[in-house]
């Protein structure tokens, strides 16, 4: 697989396996959690689900927000959030922390989403496809 020049990672994932079959792993990998005991944890290895999503999906004063969580204001940031080229890494945290006023609508129901799906991070990216379930914004 060759990288094309301004493609983000999303682009490349779902060029390698296809949305369909990215979407049915994800049933897949939600069904079936790791135990406690099982070898990736007992071996120490912290194995974790992260779901990609469009950046169509945060708006323009939560992209300055989540800019500022990765930057300047980190200690301020209710949560870890890591800026990447084509979008933003977010930790998703507890849903008790979404009880935080600083969380915006529209993050809140990205984390929300990634709670359902098992996930603990949310890879926020510029190339990925739009998620139905959710909002999308103007820029």
């Known amino acids: 697989m060759s990288r094309k020049p301004g493609r ?16 049915h792993n994800l049933r897949d990998c939600a069904s079936t959690p790791l135990q406690p005991g099982s070898p990736a944890v007992a071996e120490g290895v912290c194995v974790e689900r992260f779901i990609i999503l469009s950046t169509a999906h945060v ?25 990447c080229a084509r979008g933003w890494f977010l ?9 935080d006023e600083r969380w915006p609508s529209d993050l809140t129901a990205a984390v929300l ?27």
Not at 91 to 99: A, E, H
Request: with cysteine; aromatic share 8%; net charge negative.
């Open 8 to 23: 983000g990672l999303a682009s490349l994932l779902f060029e390698q396996s296809g949305v369909g079959s990215v979407r």
């Open 91 to 99: 930790s998703v945290g507890m849903p008790n922390s979404l009880q």
């Open 59 to 83: 708006t323009v004063a939560s992209a300055a927000l989540l800019d500022s969580w990765s930057n300047d204001h980190a200690a301020e940031a209710p949560t870890l959030v890591a800026k």
């Open 113 to 139: 989403l990634a709670l359902r799906w098992g996930a603990s991070l949310i890879h926020f990216d510029c190339d990925a496809p739009v998620h139905k379930g959710l909002r999308t914004y103007e820029w």
